[in-house]
Nanobody, 124 residues
Framework: QVQLVESGGGLVQAGGSLRLSCLASGRTFSRYVMGWFRQGPGPEREFVAGISWSGGRTLYADSVKGRFTISRDNAKNTVYLQMNSLKPEDTAVYYC?????????????????WGQGTQVTVSS
């Protein structure tokens, strides 16, 4: 069992930056694949980025490649999402998720634990 708490969301102008953090409880954080997802006005929760246990493998949605960076600090039980060059279409609630499998995937249903989300709003 793991609990996830996101922070760092807010209101930013287009072109600006934000860094999201996700603090995980439990002693086995380093064994989880971690991911960031987002949900805008539509019904679907969209994959944003994922990172392997060690941080050696990352995966990004095409829409954020080159702008967002996922990283983790296993000593702090924390995963981060650095978001640069933000666009109005990045506006969404951002969720942190943990996956007990070995492979970084973009499939929402693979992830076992979810945080409550943090709002990111990008103004034009």
């Amino acid at each position: 069992q793991v609990q996830l708490v996101e922070s760092g969301g807010g209101l930013v102008q287009a072109g600006g930056s934000l860094r999201l953090s996700c603090l995980a409880s439990g002693r086995t954080f380093s064994r989880y694949v971690m991911g960031w997802f987002r949900q805008g006005p539509g019904p679907e929760r969209e994959f944003v980025a994922g990172i392997s246990w060690s941080g050696g493998r990352t995966l990004y949605a095409d829409s954020v490649k080159g702008r967002f960076t996922i990283s983790r600090d296993n000593a702090k039980n924390t995963v981060y999402l650095q978001m640069n060059s933000l666009k109005p279409e990045d506006t969404a609630v951002y969720y942190c998720a943990a996956d007990t499998s070995y492979v970084v995937v973009s499939t929402t249903s693979n992830y076992d634990y979810w945080g409550q989300g943090t709002q990111v709003t990008v103004s034009s």
